[in-house]
């Protein structure tokens, strides 16, 4: 709700606007419809994750969190067996660029697996059998990563190795599962990480539009790098910490009105 906006601003200083699209990529944007087109490229994630989240939802809701492990392994192994097949079938574009499977989790859930796994050998302790459920689903995640590079040099024309995002991957996959027993007590580590997102949503294209302009205003390549970069920090940081609480703080508020009627109807008397 904050980002796609600046996204529609940012296009229009620098003249790399949509036209009439414009509107229709905001609606799209800030009402998470899990289909495009977006004022960004990036938020074809927001779609599946919100499905996860949904399903995690429900789960919550109906007194279910001690399955949260096992559904979270069955979703990775299906991803996971999704994946080794796609390889033997020599990796069919029909099925590694499909919308569908990916709102499914069939894409990702590999990920997701990985991801509940970390926190479920931080509360368990590891053990050869939890070991080896992780190196399963790390093989779907690299299996998935492989493809999608496959997939992006066929889109593009260009030569790519998946070595990059590969080794890229392992690292930040090492990094948290590093952080989970360190003790990250000081305020700047929550900054930092509720930073991560807007510059998530507004590095790619918006970026790539101001060092455009810069470089057509003939700054240098490597100077307009560095200054967008500095740029999208400083916004994120402002986004992060004065934008999102008050827009979380109004939409408390508004859900706390919501409510009230309704927990008055559904009140037993006495």
């Not at 919100?50 to 990775?76: E, K, S």
Request: hydrophobic fraction near 55%; proline fraction near 4%.
């Amino acid at each position: 709700w904050i980002c796609a906006p600046i996204s529609i601003v940012a296009f229009w200083v620098t003249g790399s606007t949509w036209g009439s699209d414009a509107v229709s990529r905001l609606v799209h944007s800030v009402f998470f419809v899990p289909f495009g087109p977006w004022v960004d490229s990036v938020y074809w994630t927001l779609g599946i994750e919100i499905v996860f989240y949904g399903l995690i939802a429900v789960m919550l809701l109906t007194g279910q969190q001690r399955r949260i492990w096992h559904m979270a392994v069955v979703l990775g192994l299906i991803s996971t067996v999704f994946w080794l097949a796609v390889h033997l079938a020599g990796s069919p574009r029909w099925l590694t660029d499909n919308r569908w499977l990916g709102l499914l989790l069939i894409h990702h859930g590999c990920f997701f697996a990985l991801g509940v796994h970390l926190l479920h050998l931080y509360r368990h302790g590891v053990s050869s059998g939890r070991l080896a459920w992780g190196a399963v689903f790390l093989c779907g995640c690299v299996m998935q990563i492989d493809s999608t590079t496959l997939l992006g040099a066929a889109k593009t024309g260009l030569a790519a190795s998946p070595a990059a995002p590969i080794v890229a991957f392992f690292l930040a996959v090492g990094c948290l599962a590093g952080s989970l027993r360190m003790t990250l007590s000081h305020p700047i580590w929550r900054q930092l990480g509720m930073m991560t997102y807007p510059l998530y949503l507004l590095h790619n294209v918006v970026g790539a539009a101001m060092i455009g302009s810069l470089v057509r205003a003939g700054v240098g390549a490597t100077p307009a790098i560095v200054g967008v970069a500095l740029v999208m920090i400083g916004i994120c940081w402002l986004i992060a910490t004065q934008a999102e609480p008050v827009l979380r703080r109004l939409l408390a508020t508004a859900l706390t009105v919501l409510a009230d009627p309704v927990r008055r109807l559904t009140a037993r008397p006495g």
